[in-house]
């Protein structure tokens, strides 16, 4: 039954179904497209030579694709559940040989609407190479991968904090940097803000991923090296990058890496890492980190059950939890299945893979370069995953 709910923003009474949710959800293990109020493109800032936000590969200036290049080029997104009544969707991203437009977009899933919370710097040339800022001190473009965390009300952002303790292939020129930036969504007049410098110390090459621990007050991430024997984190109570010795340290040097997707798991207290590659053997691993004791490493899971599929081009791979505790994995490899990851009360114990046929619309094409990370996301007030494939495709949800 649909009844007439309360104006959402639109200006108009939005329907919902009795029980809260938009009459756009759809039922249970379906995909449908959102009825969003404007687009992506809509809300272009407009690019030239003059501020150096857009490139193609030859470094000459190509217009409005590069706008597109935050979401299209080697950059994810995360969802910021304090910021609107159902939240948001939060974008940053472009780098190299894309923009160098560093600004932040937001899809509210209560008004339906695309939003810019920071502009971009208005001469992105001059720059800190080693911590990867402009001249202004703001943090360059970068192919934000799944790098993308928020911090809530528990660290003091009564609206979310966009935080990246990893910065690579930033700006056209493709600078590396462990410099961590934090941008306040409540106080989105004074940009972005550094916490702390480069730290040479730790590895920086393309492919990484993070993820945020408010339980720890830590925000672990991993990227596409050896590391050596330790897990780097960043610690919120102290803004200092951090490491732990490892008994079991993550190698990935293997090609095509760029694929990593990291989620906290703040029921098992652990870290869950997925990481595929479409190259030659194809691999699909899973590892899991627990945080309470992280000295003890890296652990790969054991699956059993259907096969997650490799897919036919790195980074087209993401997850989430739902509130069962299972994930829905998405694969550009079968993107006409998703697989539920169902994980056992002892750890070391088979993982249960199962495959999903949902109903409904299909999902968008992902290109190639182009990847999820946490686009891919379960949002409550909705009861679904929501994720947007491309800059010019609407946002769709699946109702878990």
């Not at 309360?6 to 379906?30: C, K, M």
């Not at 700006?171 to 462990?178: L, Q, V």
């Not at 490493?297 to 989430?320: I, M, N, Y």
């Amino acid at each position: 039954m649909i009844q007439l709910g309360g104006d959402s923003g639109h200006g108009r009474g939005e329907p919902v179904i009795a029980g809260g949710l938009p009459y756009w959800v759809p039922a249970a293990n379906t995909v449908a497209t959102i009825p969003e109020a404007n687009t992506f493109a809509s809300i272009n800032p407009g690019e030239s030579a003059a501020n150096g936000w857009s490139y193609n590969i030859s470094g000459v200036s190509n217009g409005s694709i590069g706008f597109a290049k935050i979401i299209n080029d080697f950059s994810g997104g995360v969802y910021n559940p304090y910021l609107g009544a159902k939240g948001s969707i939060i974008y940053h991203g472009g780098g190299h040989a894309a923009t160098n437009w560093n600004g932040i977009v937001a899809f509210d899933l209560d008004t339906l609407l695309y939003s810019i919370w920071m502009g971009g710097t208005t001469n992105a040339y001059t720059a800190d190479t080693v911590n990867c800022e402009y001249a202004d001190g703001q943090p360059m473009s970068p192919h934000s991968y799944d790098t993308l965390a928020i911090i809530g009300p528990e660290a003091g952002y009564s609206k979310g904090a966009l935080i990246t303790p990893i910065r690579v292939a930033a700006a056209f020129e493709s600078y590396n940097s462990t410099a961590v930036h934090l941008f306040d969504f409540n106080n989105p007049g004074i940009k972005w803000t550094r916490l702390a410098a480069d730290n040479a110390a730790f590895p920086k090459i393309a492919g990484a991923a993070a993820a945020y621990d408010p339980d720890l007050g830590r925000v672990w991430w991993v990227c596409n090296t050896h590391q050596s024997g330790y897990q780097q984190y960043f610690d919120l109570a102290d803004n200092t990058q951090k490491k732990v010795t490892l008994t079991f340290a993550l190698s990935l040097q293997e090609p095509s890496a760029d694929s990593l997707t990291l989620r906290y798991d703040s029921a098992r207290h652990i870290l869950v890492l997925i990481y595929v590659r479409s190259s030659a053997p194809s691999v699909r691993r899973v590892y899991y980190l627990d945080t309470t004791n992280p000295t003890t490493g890296w652990v790969a899971a054991t699956l059993s059950g259907a096969t997650l599929p490799a897919p036919t081009a790195g980074l087209a791979f993401a997850f989430d939890r739902e509130p069962s505790g299972t994930y829905i994995c998405y694969s550009k490899g079968d993107p006409t299945k998703l697989h539920r990851l169902a994980l056992p009360a002892v750890l070391t114990d088979p993982w249960v893979v199962t495959e999903i046929t949902p109903a409904g619309a299909a999902f968008a094409t992902l290109s190639t370069g182009t990847l999820l990370g946490k686009r891919w996301s379960y949002v409550p007030a909705l009861e679904s995953i929501v994720c947007k494939f491309t800059a010019t495709a609407a946002h769709q949800i699946y109702k878990v």
